[in-house]
Structures are given as structure tokens and as C-alpha cells.
């Protein structure tokens, strides 16, 4: 069934009601004017970010081939973790509260001994739980003068999660040689990933 509302322009709106519903739903205005957003799937409002969620790298990490641990979620005063807890993180293994199309920015700030020509961080996602990982992307640097530098290298994956029990993300290093780690911070972030749902899968 469709209620349509018109306008004076001949325009108009139209609110669907499920056929074959096997109860009564109440739509409730309050009593002062305002608008009525659209909301969409997972809670969030049509056409807006509904998720979003922040990590930031609090201890040196320096394994090379290892999956990167240490996160922490941004809570100085004025600062925020983000919007709703929908990804949550232990030893390293990101996982996502609900399904969509999720946009993942990581940021490393390397710090890179000399001599180093090549390292970097895969974002790597799993389909089965973490009993295959595959790399969607990567942050690379590297340095081939004489004396440790500091460099910053971001990488951009776009994901399809449509499975919240097994679909999960990891970073992890790739080509350290001894004396390279990733540089953390408490209170700034130096190393972070920043996850975005930005729709429906």
C-alpha cells in the first residue's frame, strides 16, 4: 500500500507500506517543527556516512612480517573514536558490526634505517575467518641514504563485507630490515586507519 503526498507544484511523495505485514507500526512526529530523515540500512540516514571508526598505532611496531598490534582508539578530550563502535580489534585483527562498502585509509609513519630501499604495510583481508589472507593494498617507502629517516605512506582499500562473521582486515609489515619500525603515539596519530561505511553492499 502507498500513501502519496502531494504538493501545491504537483509534486510528490510517497510512503510504502510493506504488503503482507503481519503487524502494526506506528510512525511518531514530535510536536515541534522539523525534518523527517530517511534513514537507511544498518541505522544510518540515506545519503550519509552511518559508520565511522578510527585507530591510532600507541607502540612501536618493528616485526617484520608481522601483523601489526598496539592499536588504540582516539580518546583525548575533543578528539573522537568515531561514529557508532562498529569496528572492534584484538591482537591486530580488525572486524566489522555490520555489512556494507567500507573505505579503509591506513597511514604508516615509517621510520626507516638506512639502507632500507624497500618496506611497507599490506592491508590484507580475509573471506574465511583468517585461514587465507589476501593484500588489497599497500603503503610503501623506503631510503637508500646514510642516516634513518622518518616517511609517511598512506594506502586506500575500498571493501565488499557482506559476511561480518568471517570477512575481517589486518595490516602487516612487509620487508623491514633491522632497525625499521612503525612510529606510535598515545595522544597524535602517527600510524592510523580510519574505516568508513559508505553504503549499502
Known amino acids: 500500500m502507498t500513501l502519496r503526498l502531494n504538493n501545491d507544484n504537483g509534486n510528490s511523495a510517497s510512503i510504502d507500506y ?4 503481519t503487524s502494526n507500526v506506528d510512525i511518531e512526529f514530535p510536536e515541534t517543527s522539523g525534518t523527517v530523515a530517511m534513514v537507511g540500512a544498518a541505522g544510518g540516514l540515506a545519503g550519509n556516512i552511518s559508520r565511522a571508526n578510527i585507530f591510532r598505532l600507541e607502540t612501536t611496531f618493528s616485526t617484520d ?3 601489526i598490534t598496539g592499536w588504540g582508539v582516539p580518546n583525548e578530550t575533543g578528539e573522537s573514536g568515531g561514529i557508532g563502535a562498529s569496528v572492534t580489534q584484538a591482537t591486530g585483527v580488525f572486524s566489522f558490526g555490520v555489512t556494507g562498502i567500507w573505505l579503509v585509509a591506513m597511514t604508516a609513519r615509517f621510520i626507516v634505517v638506512n639502507g632500507d630501499t624497500s618496506c611497507g604495510v599490506f592491508s590484507e583481508q580475509t573471506n574465511n575467518a583468517g585461514t587465507d589472507w589476501f593484500a588489497r593494498s599497500t603503503a610503501q617507502t623506503g631510503n637508500s641514504g ?3 629517516i622518518n616517511a609517511d605512506a598512506t594506502s586506500i ?3 565488499n563485507i557482506t559476511d561480518t562473521a568471517n ?3 589486518r595490516f602487516r609489515t612487509n620487508s623491514f630490515s633491522s632497525g625499521t619500525s612503525l612510529s606510535a603515539n598515545t595522544t597524535l596519530n602517527h600510524t592510523a586507519a580510519l574505516f568508513l561505511r559508505l553504503g549499502d553492499t
Not at 18 to 21: I, P, R
Open 146 to 148: 646514510t642516516a634513518d
Open 65 to 67: 612480517g608481522g601483523t
Open 157 to 159: 582499500a575500498l571493501l
Open 18 to 21: 510493506v504488503d503482507g505485514a
Open 167 to 169: 570477512q575481517q582486515l
